[in-house]
């Protein structure tokens, strides 16, 4: 009996931790979003400084930049997304028919796949009878363990052109800030290099936490990322100042 009450705080546990889970579509449109911001940008900027501008055009090019390519993330993320849902609809229209029109082949290809899972025998069967006996639970099984596609929710387009926009926006502005308090510009690229190092470690180490990766090894592989983006965009500077061309 004194075990009652944990059946039900267990039953209420599993209910917390399955809201807990990370949703990965989202997680992985933050990062998409807030990396390419902060590596765009910075890449600019070092460019920029390379190439001897002023503080002034520094902040109007990287406006510039931010505004565009927010807009251009989110729609990216947007039409992609929504592409991904039609694909899915799509497919299960053709599933649909596929189960009307061929039903045999159809519970041939759930055999298939219970088949390559090990089962067999009795188990099989009963299994398989289950499975194609409920219309709903045969064509999600198609469609998760034969075409290995996921739904799309009809609000999924607009959900991750947010995400994606709005961290590409944060993400921009991360290098902008010293420019903001600072005259001089090398100052300003050097704080601005030195807080794109920490955001793109902190996503970095914010990936690894609600997933199995290493802290320090995601945190240093978005870092070594960010870095070579904005050391590109120094040496084209670079090369153009030194060319005459700036």
Known sequence: MADAPNVAGGGSKAALLHEMHPKPTLLSDFILGSQDGIVNVLGIILGLAAAG???????????????????????????????????????????????????EAERAEVRAVLVEWGYQGDQLDELLDHICGNPKAMLEFMMAFELKLSPVAATAPRASASVVGSATLIGHLVPLIP?????????????????????????GWYEAKITAGRWWRNGLQMLAIGLAGGFAGFLIGYILHAGGFY
């Open 53 to 103: 501008a002023t503080r002034n055009i520094v902040i109007i090019a990287t406006l510039a930049a931010l505004a565009a390519e927010s807009i251009a993330m989110g729609a990216v993320a947007y039409t992609s997304t929504l592409s991904r849902r039609r694909l899915y609809l799509a497919e299960v229209a053709r599933e649909e028919l596929e189960m009307r029109e061929v039903p």
């Open 179 to 203: 420019f903001f308090v600072l005259i001089d510009v090398f100052q300003g690229a050097v704080l601005a290099v030195i807080l794109s190092a920490v955001a793109l470690f902190a996503i």
